[in-house]
Each structure stands twice: as C-alpha cells, then as structure tokens.
Nanobody, 128 residues
Framework: QVQLVESGGGLVQAGGSLRLSCAAS????????MGWFRQVPGKEREFVAA????????DYTDSVKGRFTISRHNTKNTVYLQMNSLKPEDTAVYYCAAQILGDVRRSPSAYSYEYDLWGQGTQVTVSS
C-alpha cells in the first residue's frame, strides 16, 4: 500500500522555523504534483502550498507567501515545506498529498479533492 509519511512537525515559538518532509514509501511520485494542506479542529482543510512534478511551478496561499517555501527532491522521493517566521495562526495539522497526473501534465491544484494520496499528518504548534 502506498503511503506518504510526513515528519518534522513540533512545537516552536513564534518567529521560529520548521522544515516538514514528506516521503513516499512504495511509489515514486516524481511525475506527480505535490501539495501541503493544513487543518485545525472544526475547520476545513486549507491549501498551503503546491509544487509541480518538475519543480518549476510553485503556488502558495497568500498567508504564507514570503515565509514558506515548498521544494522537492525527486531522487530522494521527498517533498519539503520550509516554514520561517512562524505565527501562532500557523498552528495546525499539516498534510502532504500527491496529485497523480498519469499522462496529462497539469499545474498543481489548490483544491484538496484533486489530490489522490494523503499522509497521516504532522502537528505544528506555534506558541506566542
């Protein structure tokens, strides 16, 4: 069974940094778009960032632009989310997801329903 496994979450003070990683266990996603989403209890899952299969196209939600950076290392089959200048409102469970493209090349989506595989999530807590 294909799994995406996130790591790197934790507790950090406001203004601090964390780097999240997402690795696939049994499938290469070098030809898939990848995304990061986050969710707090009682709210919808929210788009954070996405990266195209080639790494050329990157997209961010407005609230993280200039602070978060998404990247990928296809040889290592890993996607990263570097989070700097963290704020208490960034506190959430962060999920990694794969948008499986098949033979059709598309830009990465900001909509969770367009993603096919999900990790179990990693908690990020930012204290004020």
């Amino acid at each position: 069974q294909v799994q995406l496994v996130e790591s790197g979450g934790g507790l950090v003070q406001a203004g601090g940094s964390l780097r999240l990683s997402c690795a696939a266990s049994t499938r290469t996603f070098s030809r898939d778009n990848m995304g990061w989403f986050r969710q707090v209890p009682g709210k919808e899952r929210e788009f954070v960032a996405a990266i195209s299969w080639s790494g050329v196209i990157k997209d961010y939600t407005d609230s993280v632009k200039g602070r978060f950076t998404i990247s990928r290392h296809n040889t290592k089959n890993t996607v990263y989310l570097q989070m700097n200048s963290l704020k208490p409102e960034d506190t959430a469970v962060y999920y990694c997801a794969a948008q499986i493209l098949g033979d059709v090349r598309r830009s990465p989506s900001a909509y969770s329903y367009e993603y096919d595989l999900w990790g179990q999530g990693t908690q990020v807590t930012v204290s004020s």
